[in-house]
């Protein structure tokens, strides 16, 4: 069965530092993959995807993700935090029981809280 | 960039209530939509693909009974919880597909925490 992986429940890093979520996944073919930001009182934001191609994949807010097929990993990167990234990132993998990869069938992780320290 | 809205942010009823919850799409269209429900520190669990005119399909293990879904309109899809119970408890969240075809991207509405007592 498909599963999404974060094994981090919280982080805590301070203003200017880099940052990686960790995300593992466990799937049969290529997966659709998606890294997702909500915030207190907001929907949840699509920060970026992968679906195919360049496994170095660029999102919003300076954000990036790499897609290790070896690791079946997909792992959330940012070079330097602001503390308005506070928040919680959820990890996403589409279905492969949808037809045409349909995104709204997610499995999403449970989430990593990003604390952030002035 | 698009809107999903959702209404009521946050509602507390009795036990044996039934609660209605709304999501809109505010600039587009959507001919599907779907329903999600957040336990405290956990993951996002699809509840059901609610599709305009027809029924929805639900997922393995959720009451189709207990969570009706009715996609009124291109841009409108109501879950309501009958005789809803304290363990109905929690956070639902609805999405849409701007794109219904390939379905790429996909807006969230904010959610509606749910409170039975």
């Known amino acids: 069965a498909q599963s999404v992986t974060q094994p981090d429940i919280h982080i805590t890093v301070s203003e200017g530092a880099s940052l990686e979520l960790r995300c593992n996944y466990s799937y049969g073919a290529t997966p659709y993959l998606f890294w997702y930001v909500q915030s207190p009182g907001q929907g949840l934001q699509l920060l970026l995807k992968?679906?195919?191609?360049?496994?170095l994949v660029q999102g919003i807010k300076g954000f990036e993700a790499e897609f290790k097929r070896s690791q079946s990993s997909f792992n959330l990167r940012k070079p330097s935090v602001h503390w308005s990234d506070a928040a919680e990132y959820f990890c996403?993998?589409?279905?492969?029981?949808?037809?045409?990869?349909?995104?709204?069938?997610?499995?999403f992780g449970k989430g990593t809280k990003l604390s952030v320290k002035p | 960039g698009a809107v999903v809205s959702q209404h009521p942010s946050r509602v507390i009823c009795k036990s044996g209530t039934s609660v209605k919850i709304e999501c809109r799409s505010l600039d587009f269209q959507a001919t599907t939509m779907f329903w999600y429900r957040q336990f405290p520190k956990q993951s996002l669990m699809l509840m059901a693909t609610s599709n305009e005119g027809s029924k929805a399909t639900y997922e393995q293990g959720v009451e189709k009974d207990k969570f009706l879904i009715n996609h009124a309109s291109l841009t409108l899809s109501t879950l309501t919880v009958t005789s809803a119970h304290p363990e109905d408890s929690s956070f639902y969240i609805c999405?849409?597909?701007?794109?219904?075809?390939?379905?790429?991207?996909?807006?969230f509405g904010p959610g509606t925490r749910l409170l039975v007592l």
């Open positions: 996403a993998v589409g279905r492969s029981d949808t037809i045409g990869g349909s995104q709204g069938n997610l499995i």
């Open positions: 999405s849409a597909p701007r794109d219904a075809w390939t379905q790429e991207t996909q807006y």
């Open positions: 992968y679906f195919s191609g360049d496994t």
